[in-house]
């Protein structure tokens, strides 16, 4: 079986004018979109809307597209600011229709993967509290890092902030959690989340 073009070559071709192409692209990151927003916005009709426009917009803006940069970065920086403009839109953060199935939708996997550790160790109902309180500036490192399992430059290029910046955000956000987690009365002080940078 021939291998499968990379990412960058299918921009590459699209560029040249190649549909196909990007239809192989948007089948690649389709359902890695929708979850992503599936984090942040307020309903399906909404998400379905946003996920669409951010292929639009890339579709849109191919040209601009440095192939010999990573296009995940990319993409994930259109959809970032797609969905951060809807958020805008609505006057208010959609904390209070935050779909925590979904957020904590783990990949299905037996292998050990510390990423995870931090969620997977802990009461559900007790999570969906803490993560309800962090301000979008925290929550979203967090699922770039934990659930898209993007590395800081990458955190940094989608959210177009200093890759320290990225550490500092992801070590406040876990710090939040282990506060509110050590002061919830069915966990002791053997509870514990890493807040160690990389």
């Known amino acids: 079986m021939p291998d499968q073009p990379t990412d960058e070559v299918l921009a590459e071709q699209t560029q040249k004018g190649d549909k196909r192409a990007f239809n192989e692209l948007f089948a690649r990151y389709k359902a890695k979109i929708l979850r992503y927003g599936q984090r942040f916005l307020y309903n399906y009709q909404d998400l379905e809307d946003a996920v669409q426009d951010v ?9 601009s597209f440095d192939t010999q940069r990573s296009f995940s970065t990319w993409l994930y920086r259109i959809a970032h600011n797609t969905f951060i403009n809807v958020i805008k839109k609505k006057g208010r953060e959609p904390v209070s229709f935050f779909d925590f199935d979904t957020f904590f939708q783990l990949p299905n996997t037996s292998k050990h993967n510390p990423k995870t550790d931090l969620i997977a160790t802990q009461e ?22 934990y659930f898209e399992e993007k590395e800081y430059q990458e955190i940094a290029d989608i959210m177009h902030i200093p890759i320290s910046t990225v550490g500092v955000r992801l070590k406040r956000a876990r710090d939040h959690m282990k506060k509110y987690l050590l002061s919830t009365p069915q966990y002791d002080s053997a509870t514990t989340i890493t807040t160690t940078n990389k």
């Open 124 to 145: 559900r109902e007790v999570l969906q509290k803490v993560m309800l309180e962090l301000a979008p500036k925290y929550r979203e490192p967090l699922v770039l890092y």
């Open 55 to 63: 292929f639009i917009k890339a579709y849109a803006n191919i040209r």
